[in-house]
């Protein structure tokens, strides 16, 4: 994933985003939360970045995060 990462910059945005997404899935079934929360960011997947906060219990990252989404968020 880090190598297709640096392959693909944001500016290619539809595959960088792929990438994050499958990368992000990745480090969430290894229990990685914090750190899929962050590649999820990377990708603008800001829905799945605050599920993996939450699920890091990074408190202070997850609800800033649902508040910039809206009200929409269920949890």
């Given at each position: ?14 595959r960088h985003s792929d ?34 906060f939450v699920q890091a ?5 997850a609800p800033v995060l ?10």
């Amino acid at each position: 994933y880090t190598e297709a990462l640096s392959v693909y910059s944001p500016t290619i945005s539809k595959r960088h985003s792929d990438i994050c997404i499958e990368y992000g899935d990745h480090l969430a079934n290894t229990s990685d939360w914090a750190q899929a929360a962050a590649v999820y960011l990377l990708g603008n997947t800001t829905r799945q970045a605050v599920s993996a906060f939450v699920q890091a219990k990074e408190w202070r990252m997850a609800p800033v995060l649902a508040a910039a989404l809206g009200s929409g968020f269920d949890t």
